[in-house]
């Protein structure tokens, strides 16, 4: 199935926009920011990237619109033709030629610059050179206005074509204007075409869509054709024959036997012969409408006449029919499928295919070794079953199983029942009442049934209900036994003395420092020793060794009372926490402005070379060392959306 969807093509942007776009998007997507400063090498790759950069999006752009657009030799001839009626073949080419010229053009402007910039020696020749090459690229693209301006024109035209399938079941009505065409089209299908009173009111081409014997069909609404030389005819009547010649379809040719429409049946039986070599290896009939308005029948001897020279004397069918009544477009729409079917199952058998595959197939046609006759022998059962109009076969089955119900034994009774087979839920409902197989797979059925299912079954459910009874007995028992009050007591206490020692643990974070092993302590010396030491050396061991006794006492812990409230016990640990001199240095001071210098002459150096470091930073706007912010030069919220006055052009 070949159609073309042509309202996929893409807006094509005149010569303006076009520009702004490429500009716009490549001062968006490469690096905006140079300087005199960097290498001659990064310079000469900023420019020659923003050049770049620009001739691919042109390219592309370019590229896309040569490629969406249809070329006439790909595409079927009846849209081939249609182009070349309704725009032009020779436009047409020429406005793709141009832009497919313009895309090699661009590439070349910037493989010649590329060139040139890669022997830029400074950063304002780069610039320059840039400069050059987006101008002429930006200058080649104005000069293809009239091309973009006549594509687009094109493609809005081409989307409002109907999607006609050249090669599927095809209707085809044709004839004078105001004969009735497009009133059969909107009565025949699901269409909705302007009817009007006066000629002309179809200017295109329109289809339905209907159905017939399954198959889709579409039926396609012509303008109307006047007769008069080829060389005479506008582009609305070159539509009609353009799908006249090249569509493979069945030809309904119309005609207003009441000549309302304006024309005479000479006028438009002279039509019908002028057009008729559009008709050669096509179906075709004949539709005389507007019956309402004068019967077929009471038409006068000479337009009878001309009408038989127009079917060729009974040889192409002729149909009445009236759209405003509705009376035989039943029978124009029967005729004419039949008709194409036929027309189109007689050309694949009269193709080389066709032989390759009957030349495969082999039809057995028997034939009657006697002349004894030989009726179908059918079982009484089923015609009495044939009989019972009002009796379902599920009514039937219920009734059997009703029936052999007391027959069967006990221990069947219940799982084989109706009313259990009424709840199996199987794909098909007439299947929940057939009989069981005694066989299935090789095995006996009745092996896997025990007699004393149900027996068990109870006997099972009473012992779990007794179970169960006397699990709930026991532990109610055990609940209604009460502890003693030395129990009660002793319970208090243990979990007392575990709370006391999660928040002894919790506070005295002191208590988690590393232990330092026997074999370290061991090597410790003591103070006498470290006296001795120092003594050798020449120094002065009295203040030394006064201030390490001092530190080496330890101090007597608080005495308190033994409370066993746990109040009491946290108040304690409180006061004792804040005496720790690890827990007062958390809340020492930071050193201020001048400690930690020698002599006032080492402070004033620090802060001269800190002013110093923090100039070169102050000029570049950075908050310190580890600020690597790159500023935006053009903020978007500053440079985009509407300008308020004066020029327009941001560049």
Request: glycine share 4%.
């Amino acid at each position: 199935m070949v159609v073309y969807n042509f309202k996929s093509i893409m807006v094509v942007p005149n010569a303006t926009d076009f520009i702004d776009v490429v500009l716009s998007k490549t001062q968006r997507k490469t690096p905006t920011v140079v300087h005199p400063a960097y290498q001659i090498s990064r310079i000469r790759t900023f420019y020659m990237r923003k050049v770049k950069f620009m001739q691919q999006t042109v390219h592309d752009k370019l590229s896309m619109v040569l490629e969406q657009f249809p070329l006439l030799t790909d595409i079927h001839p009846f849209y081939a033709d249609l182009i070349n009626i309704l725009y032009d073949r020779d436009h047409y080419k020429l406005a793709l030629g141009q832009l497919n010229t313009a895309r090699h053009l661009v590439d070349q402007i910037a493989n010649d610059y590329l060139k040139l910039l890669k022997y830029g020696d400074s950063l304002y020749r780069c610039k320059q050179l840039k400069r050059a090459a987006m101008g002429r690229i930006c200058t080649l693209l104005k000069k293809q206005q009239s091309s973009l301006a006549y594509l687009e024109q094109v493609r809005q035209h081409l989307s409002r074509l109907p999607s006609i399938d050249p090669n599927t079941r095809t209707l085809v009505l044709c004839g004078y204007p105001n004969v009735g065409k497009s009133s059969f089209l909107n009565k025949m299908t699901r269409a909705d075409v302007e009817v009007q009173p006066y000629p002309f009111t179809t200017k295109s081409l329109f289809v339905g869509h209907t159905d017939y014997e399954y198959l889709k069909w579409q039926v396609i609404d012509t303008p109307g054709i006047l007769d008069h030389p080829l060389e005479e005819r506008n582009t609305i009547e070159m539509q009609s024959i353009t799908a006249l010649a090249h569509l493979r379809a069945a030809i309904l040719f119309m005609v207003d036997i009441s000549e309302n429409c304006g024309y005479s049946l000479q006028q438009q039986a002279n039509l019908f012969h002028s057009i008729k070599p559009l008709f050669t290896g096509k179906p075709l009939l004949v539709v005389a409408n507007k019956i309402d308005v004068i019967p077929f029948e009471e038409l006068d001897e000479k337009s009878k006449k001309i009408i038989n020279s127009m079917t060729g004397n009974g040889a192409i069918p002729l149909i009445p029919m009236s759209t405003m009544t509705e009376e035989g477009i039943a029978s124009v729409k029967k005729a004419a499928c039949d008709t194409l079917l036929a027309s189109r199952v007689e050309a694949k058998m009269s193709s080389k295919k066709s032989e390759d595959i009957l030349q495969r197939l082999n039809v057995a046609m028997p034939h009657p070794r006697d002349e004894k006759t030989r009726t179908p022998s059918i079982p009484q059962s089923i015609l009495e079953n044939r009989g019972m109009k009002g009796t379902s076969q599920a009514a039937l089955y219920i009734d059997e199983f009703n029936q052999k119900e007391e027959e069967k034994p006990m221990w069947l009774k219940g799982f084989s029942s109706v009313e259990w087979k009424k709840k199996y839920k199987l794909k098909d409902d007439e299947w929940r009442f057939d009989v069981i197989p005694e066989l299935m797979d090789g095995h006996n059925i009745s092996d896997w049934i025990d007699p004393e299912i149900l027996s068990k079954l109870e006997a099972l459910e009473k012992e779990e209900d007794a179970r169960i009874e006397a699990k709930e007995n026991e532990m109610e028992e055990e609940s209604e036994e009460d502890l003693t009050e030395e129990q009660w007591e002793l319970a208090g206490k243990i979990k007392e003395k575990k709370q006391l020692l999660k928040m002894a643990a919790r506070d005295n974070k002191s208590g988690n420092a590393p232990v330092i092993e026997r074999k370290v302590r061991s090597k410790q010396r003591s103070i006498s020793e470290f006296e001795d030491h120092l003594g050798e050396l020449g120094i002065d061991t009295e203040k030394a060794a006064k201030a390490m006794r001092e530190r080496s006492v330890s101090r007597e812990p608080r005495k308190r009372e033994r409370s066993s409230s746990v109040s009491a016990v946290r108040s304690e640990i409180g006061r004792s926490t804040s005496a720790d001199p690890k827990k007062r240095r958390m809340f020492s001071k930071s050193p201020g402005r001048g400690e930690g210098f020698a002599t006032p002459k080492q402070l004033e150096r620090a802060v001269s070379v800190g002013r110093k470091n923090q100039k070169y930073r102050n000029i570049d706007a950075r908050k310190g060392e580890g600020d690597r912010h790159v500023p935006d030069l053009k903020p978007k919220h500053l440079f985009s959306g509407k300008r308020k006055g004066g020029t327009h052009d941001r560049r």
